[in-house]
């Protein structure tokens, strides 16, 4: 079955980067882009990029460019999501999203807590 | 950018009919896709309307979605309301640049 799974949990000090991995299986991994949303605790879905796993090309909301980086492997079929100079606004569940006509399949989320 | 906006919160009892909508601040609502994905707690958003109006196997006919231009909105309705429904649901679309979703509606069905 299509699958998405994320990397674990990470805490990190402000300033710092943080990469988190989506790795997907159970079907073509360079046949559908990804995306990256993330959800602040207690707020709204919030998007901030999509990748193209076949030739690697991305696009980043306005909010986040500069900041963010999404790469993938094909070997592994994975895609990751590294977010720089983070700060205690950046706390949030980060999720990847497989896009066919919508985003049918989801990862479960990485927490990435901004803590001093 | 455009902004997608809807309601805060709707309730409704059980076994009736509610409709969540969801206004484009600029551009067409029609010009481009609108999706609909329900999040219940500590879960990922699943998808219950995608192109407006078309259903994932899986997702029961009484979930159903619409647009309307003369008000720049989309819309989901979910007819004979369940405990179940009970979720935050977000509308969704994009421009040539963006994908947008809107701030969220919690569902609750007392």
């Known amino acids: 079955q299509v699958q998405l799974v994320q990397s674990g949990a990470e805490v990190k000090k402000p300033g710092a980067s943080v990469k988190v991995s989506c790795k997907a299986s159970g079907y073509t991994f360079t046949s559908y882009y990804m995306h990256w949303v993330r959800q602040a605790p207690g707020q709204g879905l919030e998007w901030m990029g999509i990748?193209?796993?076949?030739?690697?090309?991305?696009s980043y909301a306005q909010k986040f460019q500069g900041r963010v980086t999404m790469t993938r492997d094909t070997s592994t079929s994975t895609v990751y999501m590294e977010l720089s100079s983070l700060r205690s606004e950046d706390t949030a569940v980060y999720y990847c999203a497989r896009r066919t006509t919508h985003l049918d399949v989801w990862g479960k989320g990485t927490t990435v807590t901004v803590s001093s | 950018n455009f902004m997608l906006t809807q309601p805060h919160s709707v309730s409704e009892s059980p076994g009736k009919t509610v409709t969540i909508s969801c206004t484009r601040s600029s551009g067409s609502i029609a010009s481009n896709y609108v999706q609909w994905y329900q999040q219940r707690p500590g879960s990922s958003p699943t998808t219950v309307i995608y192109?407006?109006?078309?259903?994932p196997s899986g997702v029961p006919d009484r979930f159903s979605g619409s647009i309307d231009s003369s008000s720049n909105s989309a819309s989901l309705t979910i007819s004979g309301l369940k405990t179940e429904d009970e979720a935050d649901y977000y509308c969704q679309s994009y421009d040539s640049s963006n994908q947008v979703f809107g701030g969220g509606t919690k569902l609750t069905v007392l």
């Open positions: 990748i193209n796993p076949s030739g690697g090309s991305t």
């Open positions: 192109e407006d109006n078309q259903r």
